[in-house]
């Protein structure tokens, strides 16, 4: 039964699927696979986060399922995943313990950044795709979950319980941006894969971008009663690239266009609540600093 050698476990919105997609490209890292009964029946796909340890549900299905994910690994590979559900405590408390009981010499990946900043982005991904219906103070309000994943040292805590410090690859996320092929390597040399390959592509590599992902879908969904009209988008697709540009920034601008922005854009984090928050994690953030040795004196501001 093939179980991973590394777990990525967090933080959320902090580079774990960047950093995932940048270990995908190396030949000794196996990527875990699920039957895609979706989109193509049988043929498998990448499965980057299964959350098992978190999610009770997927708990529940055994440590037997789990290890179908690996089974397709050759022995020269090491496996692992990445699920940020890992460091949601308390909504997924039993996590680390489980991780435990299973994974005893695991090594684990937590990568993390900006507190405030990953919890509004956070919070932004869980509205993607849909009407902003909440603000983010309205959101914080309401849920712990995007400040409890932002203290660190608590999602650290949990992990010391059962795990020593050597267990761990402590990283940020501004490491994995500014400095990607030493960061890389220090990943490598961690897992135990050859660190002389490679890893970043010559155009980059950024994984899950919030702005990309609403600028396509402002476009998508003020563009979508055009596309209704029966016939409208094949006539469309032989116009220049520059031409439907254009006319969708017409578009953008008219009282429609703008309305449907404002409805799909999530509403900007209020000044004064970025300045309780970076009040709030003052202390954890120094605990952190403390604990890594590293100056995080950036993230008071």
């Known amino acids: 039964m093939r179980l991973p050698d590394f777990l990525i476990i967090g933080a959320a919105k902090s580079g774990t699927t960047t950093l995932y997609k940048y270990l995908c490209r190396h030949p000794q890292f196996y990527q875990p696979v699920k039957e895609n009964t979706t989109y193509i029946p049988q043929k498998p796909y990448s499965y980057k986060e299964p959350n098992f340890f978190g ?22 590979q090491v496996c692992g995943e990445a699920s940020t559900d890992y460091t949601k405590y308390p909504l997924f408390p039993e996590s680390a313990a489980r991780i435990a009981q299973h994974l005893p010499t695991i090594k684990l990946i937590y990568i993390m950044r900006h507190p405030v900043e990953r919890a509004y982005s956070y ?41 020593p410090k050597e267990a761990f ?34 155009e980059g590599l ?67 609540t970025r300045q309780m928050l970076l009040k709030r994690f003052a202390k954890p953030n120094q605990r952190l600093a403390e604990f890594l040795n590293r100056d995080l004196s950036h993230w008071s501001k």
């Not at 500014?178 to 970043?200: E, H, M, W, Y």
């Not at 116009?239 to 969708?248: E, I, K, N, S, V």
Request: net charge neutral; with cysteine; aromatic share 12%.
């Open 206 to 272: 950024v994984a899950n971008q919030a702005s990309r992902f609403f600028q396509d879908t402002n476009r998508s969904k003020i563009t979508a009663p055009l596309r209704a009209i029966p016939g409208i988008y094949p006539v469309a697709a032989l116009l220049p690239q520059a031409w439907r540009d254009g006319f969708y920034r017409l578009l953008k601008e008219t009282a429609y266009g703008k309305r449907i922005e404002k409805e799909y854009l999530p509403p900007p984090m209020r000044p004064e």
């Open 123 to 163: 919070y932004v991904q869980l509205n993607r795709g849909a009407k902003f219906k909440e603000t983010f103070e309205e959101h914080i309000h309401k849920t712990s979950v995007s400040l409890d994943s932002s203290n660190y040292m608590l999602q650290i805590q949990q992990y010391l319980k059962f795990f």
């Open 169 to 202: 690859l402590f990283l940020l996320m501004d490491d994995l941006i500014k400095q990607p092929a030493d960061t890389l390597r220090k990943v490598c040399n961690f897992i135990g894969i050859d660190d002389s390959i490679d890893l970043v592509p010559a």
């Open 55 to 76: 999610c009770d549900q997927n708990y529940a299905k055994g440590i037997e399922y789990y290890a179908t994910l690996f089974e397709g690994s050759q022995e020269h």
